[in-house]
Every structure is written in structure tokens, then in C-alpha cells.
């Protein structure tokens, strides 16, 4: 895993830069350079165990950002990226080079094993084929997700973020005719679909995902020792005394997703099959079909009751100056209800944290939905709190992050346009602010942001079928 790794990062330089660059010049170990590869029996597996631990980097440089940019997480005293959180977002950034790189890196990995790799490979299989498929259709969507433009290949002009998504779902959709009945090929295309709006596509692939497996879940692998690990448990879980990288006091109780035991790094789930049951019960809202959205919110939290959970000391954590045990209430904002059971006990006892998907969202609330306004809200708080450290609500958000510095200097065809992220005027910089009370035990968050976005429902950058 190791040689393939090097080998993807050592192609990937010669790609993206200076193309007078050989990067097999002096290298002797015929496993480092591509001809070591290709035609060997097995080498798509092999490339393929590569294209994981590709995924994992792309999601160490791609979580922190996202949930530091958006209203789950703030940052005050970490070694992390001090302005997402801020949303001072600009193309000198470099975390912001780092991660266009490694989504770019991605996909022409994953390019590269298709047109390569595979074809040489007098054992590989069709699920080989579909699976590389479906690295390089992630690796556009990533970028149509995250960027306001990316070059689909190296040194092109930059095209939408329509374009690049639009360019993923072909990927997925010839994966998919590979491997018809696979789950996650289905749900990616579902994504997609709930990207660019298209709500008919999304309903059918979302309902296909379903049916081919109602308990679906896709998620990369960590290794403490070999590398990479977990970049994200390290900001949630083991910081110590450093560790000021905290939740919105009304998702504590989903904090840390991510923790790490001994050698052992938590995974992340880049998919699962709860977010097919978002995209329909979205579908039905925009239809007006309240009853159908209650169905469907409802069959969500029955497989939410079904997910993982993880009980774990996590008395290093130190909430200061923020609530720190079970007795507090917190409110989403002045004018919400205080609710309780949203904040845990660290300090004298275990704490036990939904690992895949938790919500504090009850049956209870979901039949008393009356009206679309209301449903939508109680909805897009049902995506907070189950895609919480997946990178997710950073997108929900509308927010994009501009093509980076390196990109600007290498590639004469982006425009300065390009070179300015995308923060809808609706998103505040202070969307982290609480007033806290430890005498009367409450918390109120200044902005229920899950109000703010579907009041501005109407709004291109959000809520994709209003």
C-alpha cells in the first residue's frame, strides 16, 4: 500500500506541474514507477487499494475545513485552520492548494487505473472497472461540491460546478451498469441528482439505493500506525489540553464522532443509506406531501435507532467557559424551546456517541409536523445532527471555496472571478455565537441556522428542490 501511494503522489506531481519533471528518473525499484504495474496479475487491486487510501487523504484535508466553515464546529485554540471558521475563505490559503491537489489527485488516480492499469490487468473484473469509476466520479464531485470551478483535467479551463457533478454522474452511471445492483453507486447518483436540483432522478436513485440495501454504508479506513491516520479524531479527541475545537452546544451530545483507541483510528462514512431517506422526504416536501414526509422521516429514525454507537472516556476534553454536563438546556435560538439531553457528562464517567448516524430528533416530533415551512426546518436539523463531521453541511450551506493560488499560477485559463469563494449573503460569520449561563444552566444559540436556510429556501445556493 505504501509503494502505490508513492507512486500516485510521484504521478501526480508530474501532472500538475512542471511537465519537464520526470518523477522515475533514478528509481530502481521497478514497484515505484508505472510500467512496475501494469500487466502485473492483480494490479487493479492493488491500484484500487491506493484509491482508498487516496480517499482517506482527500477527507483528512477536506473535514476539518468543511466543519470548521460551517455552524457545527468552532475553532479558537487548535493547530488547525484558523480562518474557515471565520469564513475567511481566499485562494492564498494553503489548505485550500492542499485540497483542491488531493481531490485532483484523486481522480486522475483513479483516471489513470482505468485507462492504464486495468486494460493490462488479464484478471481484473467488472466490479474492479465499476468501483475505479466510481473514485473518479467522486473526485468531480467533490469538486463540483466544494469549489466555485475546477479544471476537469489538468491545465483545462475551469468549469462549473454543475459541469463537474454532471460530469460525476456519468461516471456513476457507467459504474452502475457494471454492478446494477450495488447500493452506493445508486446513492451517488441520488447526490448528484440532489446537487443540480433534478428531483425526479434523485427520488428514483435514492429509492433504488433503498431497496438494493436498507442498510448501506460506504466509509474509509484510518491505520494509526501505518498512516495515514485520522487528522480529524486528532482535532476531536486528542488534543488534551490544547483541544478548543468544540461543537455547537446543541450537537454535544454528537461529539466526537471520531475518537481513537489505542491503534485503532475511527472510519468515516462517505456514504449511507440515510441520506436516500433525506433526499425523498425532501422530494415530498417540495411536493407539499407533508404526510409523505413524515413516512419517510420516520423509516429514518427507526435505521438511525439501528446504527452504532461507541462508549469511550473522553474526560480530556475540557469545555471551558461552555456547558460541560447533562443538567443544562439548550435552545437553537431566542425564540426556540429549550431542550434537553443535548449536552453530555465528560468529566467523572464514560460518554457513549452515535459512530454512524444519531439525531436528537424523536417520533414525537415528527407527527406533530403541520406545515412545509416547519417539516423543512425540523429536516435540514435532521442533516446537521446525521452528517455531522462527514463535510456535508459546509455544502448545505451553499458556501464554495475558490480556485487556489497554485491553480492561478499554473493554469492561464482561470478567470479572477475564480479566485473568489461563494458565501451567500444570508450566511453570517457569527453563526457559532451562544449566550451562556451556568447559574441558570441554559444555552441559547444566537442563529438557528437551520431557520436561516429555509427562509432563504428560495435561494440558488441551498435547499436544491424549492
Known amino acids: 500500500m505504501k509503494k502505490i501511494s508513492l507512486l500516485l503522489t510521484v504521478m501526480m506531481i508530474g501532472v500538475m506541474s512542471c511537465e519537464d519533471l520526470d518523477p522515475t528518473q533514478g528509481i530502481q525499484n521497478p514497484n515505484l514507477i508505472l510500467a512496475g504495474v501494469i500487466g502485473s496479475p492483480g494490479s487493479t487491486g492493488s491500484w484500487l487499494v491506493g484509491q482508498e487510501r487516496q480517499m482517506a487523504i482527500v477527507y483528512n484535508e477536506m473535514l476539518v475545513l468543511t466543519e470548521l466553515g460551517s455552524d457545527n464546529y468552532v475553532n479558537t485554540q487548535t493547530f488547525f485552520n484558523q480562518l474557515f471558521d471565520a469564513l475567511d475563505i481566499t485562494f492564498q490559503d494553503t489548505d485550500v492548494n492542499d485540497l483542491q491537489f488531493r481531490i485532483a489527485d484523486l481522480r486522475e488516480s483513479a483516471r489513470t487505473g482505468l485507462e492504464d492499469v486495468f486494460p493490462a490487468d488479464p484478471i481484473a473484473t467488472d466490479a474492479q472497472r465499476a468501483d475505479l469509476l466510481f473514485f473518479l466520479g467522486w473526485g468531480k464531485l467533490l469538486a463540483g461540491e466544494l469549489f466555485v470551478a475546477l479544471p476537469e483535467v489538468p491545465g483545462s479551463a475551469p468549469v462549473s460546478p454543475e459541469t463537474n457533478i454532471q460530469s460525476a454522474i456519468t461516471d456513476f452511471l457507467a459504474a452502475e451498469a457494471l454492478?446494477?445492483?450495488?447500493?452506493?453507486?445508486?446513492?451517488?447518483?441520488?447526490?448528484?441528482?440532489?446537487?443540480?436540483?433534478?428531483?425526479?432522478?434523485?427520488?428514483?436513485?435514492?429509492?433504488?439505493a433503498i431497496a438494493a440495501d436498507a442498510n448501506f454504508a460506504r466509509f474509509i479506513e484510518f491505520d494509526g500506525t501505518n498512516l495515514p491516520d485520522n487528522d480529524f479524531a486528532d482535532a476531536l479527541f486528542q488534543r488534551g489540553n490544547f483541544d478548543d475545537l468544540q461543537p455547537l452546544p446543541r450537537l454535544d451530545f454528537l461529539d466526537p464522532k471520531y475518537f481513537i483507541d489505542g491503534d485503532l483510528e475511527s472510519p468515516?462514512?462517505?456514504?449511507?443509506?440515510?441520506?436516500?431517506?433525506?433526499?425523498?422526504?425532501?422530494?415530498?416536501?417540495?411536493?407539499?406531501?407533508?404526510?409523505?414526509?413524515?413516512?419517510?422521516?420516520?423509516?429514518?429514525?427507526?435505521?438511525?435507532?439501528?446504527?452504532?454507537?461507541?462508549?469511550?472516556?473522553?474526560?480530556?476534553?475540557?469545555?471551558?467557559?461552555?456547558?460541560?454536563?447533562?443538567?443544562?438546556?439548550?435552545?437553537?435560538?431566542?425564540?426556540?424551546?429549550?431542550?434537553?439531553?443535548?449536552?453530555?457528562?465528560?468529566?467523572?464517567?464514560?460518554?457513549?456517541?452515535?459512530?454512524?448516524?444519531?439525531?436528537?430528533?424523536?417520533?414525537?416530533?415528527?407527527?406533530?409536523?403541520?406545515?412545509?415551512?416547519?417539516?423543512l426546518e425540523l429536516l435540514y436539523l435532521l442533516r446537521q445532527e446525521i452528517f455531522i463531521s462527514e463535510g456535508r453541511r459546509f455544502v448545505d450551506m451553499g458556501i464554495r471555496i475558490p480556485i487556489s493560488e497554485n491553480e492561478m499560477l499554473l493554469n492561464e485559463n482561470v478567470t479572477a472571478d475564480q479566485?473568489?469563494?461563494?458565501?451567500?449573503?444570508?450566511?453570517?460569520?457569527?453563526?457559532?455565537?451562544?449566550?451562556?449561563?451556568?447559574?441558570?444552566?441554559?444555552?441559547?444559540?444566537?442563529?438557528?441556522?437551520?431557520?436561516?436556510?429555509?427562509?432563504?429556501?428560495?435561494?440558488?445556493?441551498?435547499?436544491?428542490?424549492?
Open 179 to 208: 454492478v446494477p445492483d450495488n447500493a452506493g453507486y445508486k446513492l451517488a447518483l441520488a447526490r448528484a441528482y440532489y446537487n443540480l436540483g433534478d428531483k425526479t432522478n434523485a427520488v428514483a436513485k435514492a429509492t433504488e
Open 268 to 375: 468515516v462514512y462517505i456514504q449511507k443509506i440515510e441520506e436516500a431517506h433525506l433526499i425523498i422526504a425532501e422530494a415530498n416536501l417540495a411536493d407539499g406531501n407533508i404526510a409523505a414526509a413524515q413516512t419517510n422521516m420516520l423509516d429514518l429514525l427507526t435505521l438511525v435507532g439501528t446504527r452504532s454507537t461507541a462508549t469511550f472516556d473522553d474526560a480530556v476534553e475540557d469545555r471551558e467557559d461552555r456547558p460541560d454536563a447533562n443538567d443544562y438546556m439548550v435552545r437553537a435560538s431566542a425564540s426556540d424551546p429549550f431542550v434537553d439531553g443535548l449536552v453530555l457528562t465528560r468529566q467523572g464517567g464514560d460518554v457513549t456517541i452515535p459512530v454512524i448516524s444519531g439525531t436528537s430528533v424523536t417520533d414525537t416530533q415528527v407527527n406533530a409536523l403541520a406545515d412545509v415551512v416547519g417539516s
Open 419 to 466: 479566485l473568489e469563494p461563494i458565501i451567500p449573503a444570508f450566511i453570517p460569520t457569527n453563526m457559532d455565537d451562544f449566550d451562556f449561563d451556568d447559574a441558570a444552566r441554559t444555552v441559547t444559540i444566537t442563529l438557528n441556522m437551520n431557520k436561516v436556510l429555509v427562509d432563504n429556501r428560495a435561494d440558488a445556493a441551498v435547499v436544491p428542490f424549492f
